[in-house]
């Protein structure tokens, strides 16, 4: 049993509103007690008389290291510095004992009459002159982040975090007792849970998932986590992640002032899914793609940030506890290595990031700054038998936005009602992009193998002189390309007799290699 002599010292001043405060990095930074430390309190190190730290009110008189570091954290002047910790030392009690935790601290009012020990004015029952009735603060935050587990037998595991203007709850409970497997399961996530929640509550906000998403699938049956936190912004304004994961699917969304994003992968039909190298390589090219839709239409950048790291973090560790040497996972039959050079090696899905709409020219409030993009991929596997089975894998993308610029290369764009102001470019951009994959199979032997791509893209520019349009002027643009991949896929239509088998199986792989990037969707050839 550990004893903590003394608890680092916080702010004698009571804190604004973490939220509100400009800064949301800590001037302190605070150790933490490993999550599975058990840690008693002692009256001594409650005491705060000495220093003239404010009195503490608490909800329960309970010792243990999650008191203790809620202790440590209430004083922090940010959400990331209130919940620093806290969620890995919740989940990190299944490495232990732990179990049902129901906490709270409050800074007391200035006015309150401090105990010999620094805190809220006892009540008979509760030792060391800690108020055992300390005001409900569960559900009150105005950061708020919330974790939901539920294991393979049933069991649910729920967890919560507040935080208010002056104090900081936290709550876990379980619907029944849990397995020795399950413990074990859910304090790994102990680590991801708080890297999401470092994630979300830095400013700006980042989005953090990785972590969540490799539960044990044998153990676990589905995560599902929610945060709500309130940005240092003028207007106040929230950001909010909602996270949810099981045997079927991945979906993650997100919405803030600058606007919202949605993810979702199909984890149920895994039969597509590639090696992990061809897997990082689709990401890749994905993220490469959306850096020049961002580009192109003047999309926000902490926005498209989010929707990369949240397009990214779904995507990892699919099918990463699935069989893998080409066996299928969900799918009507198993797919052979050609099959796989001809995809992309992402198992299915649909993205979507859509920027705040803004009006910014009072003369033309039509005209309104905005940017959307979307994206999918659609994967099919059929036929009667393996031998005749069909495959087909469409990807597409679009692109739609809009913005103003200076009609002369670097002025400064100011736009309001006089006449003098409406100088300026408004600029409508229209992008589409497709990659089609269709393969069919007749006796056992590849008799269909085509790629189809097209790009389009399309940029329409209105230019104004003294609020009068003076020209029109739209750019086209559109590139297509259709390939028989037979020659590429087909071992047997190589046609290259004076080759030894080695070199022959050298010269395939080094094919299927190279086809398994020129399907990847490209917005921008």
Known sequence: MTVISSIPSWNATPVRSPASSAQRADAQVVQKPAASTIVKLSPQSLSASASGRPGLSWESTAQDGVSALMAANVGARSAAGRFSGLGAALLGQFRGEGGNIS?????????????????????????????????????????????????????????????????????MSSSAELSDAERSALAGLADGFQEAIDGITQDPPSVRLQGLTQCDPAVLASVDLRATIKLSSDPEATQSLALHADGAQREVSLSGPSGSASVSVDTSNLAG?????????ALASHLKQFDQAASRGRADTGLMTMFKEAFTGINTNVGAAQPRGGVATGGKWELAADDHAALSGLADFSASVSQASTAINPMRPGEQDSF??????????????????TVSQQQKSELNASFHTPSTPGAVLRLDHTEASQNYDYHQIKDAASSDVDLAYSDGYLVKATLNQSASQSARVLSYVMGKLVSEMVTPGQQSFQRDLLAALAPYLTGQTRLSDDQKDEQRQQSLSSLSEQVLLKGYP
């Open 372 to 389: 959307a993009y979307e994206l999918s991929q659609s994967t099919s596997v059929g036929g009667p038998s393996r031998g005749e089975r």
């Open 273 to 281: 899914l590639g090696s992990p190298e061809q897997q990082a390589r």
């Open 103 to 171: 906490q709270s601290v409050q800074l007391a009012p200035a006015a309150t009459p401090a105990s010999p020990y620094g805190v809220a004015a006892a009540t008979p029952a509760s030792p060391y002159g800690v108020a055992a009735a300390a005001p409900a603060l569960h559900g009150l935050g105005n950061d708020k982040i919330s974790l939901s587990i539920s294991s393979k037998s049933g069991v649910d595991v729920t967890l919560s975090l507040d935080n208010t203007d002056d104090g900081l709850a936290v709550r």
